[in-house]
Nanobody, 122 residues
Framework: QVQLVESGGGSVQAGGSLRLSCAVS???????MGWFRQVQENERERVAT???????TYANSVQGRFTISQDKGKNILYLQMNSLKPEDTGMYYC?????????????????WGQGTQVTVSS
């Protein structure tokens, strides 16, 4: 059974940092993994994606501040978030896609974690 479990969320002041982790069990070899953010009932927006070859891409709003990485040996996905802003507030989800294809929108991802809340105060 595939499980993705996020941790590391919390409350910080603007300008602070957090590192999110996503522990994956039950499957290895995803084509891509990503972090998504959801605010209330809005659509989950892509924050960052990393492909199996290590290539990473970011939403314009976090480019230069966030870094996605993975430890393949431990099967953990990370999101280092620096210079946090109030608009970064939301529920953060990690997600994974097994087969080859687009990794730029939530609808293409098949496996999801339960989410971890990030709150940034001004």
């Amino acid at each position: 059974q595939v499980q993705l479990v996020e941790s590391g969320g919390g409350s910080v002041q603007a300008g602070g940092s957090l590192r999110l982790s996503c522990a994956v069990s039950g499957y290895t070899g995803y084509y891509c993994m990503g972090w998504f953010r959801q605010v209330q009932e809005n659509e989950r927006e892509r924050v960052a994606t990393i492909y199996s070859d290590g290539t990473d891409t970011y939403a314009n709003s976090v480019q230069g501040r966030f870094t996605i990485s993975q430890d393949k040996g431990k099967n953990i996905l990370y999101l280092q978030m620096n210079s946090l802003k109030p608009e970064d507030t939301g529920m953060y989800y990690c997600a994974a896609r097994g087969g080859v294809g687009s990794c730029l929108a939530s609808r293409y991802f098949t496996d999801w974690g339960q989410g971890t809340q990030v709150t940034v105060s001004s």
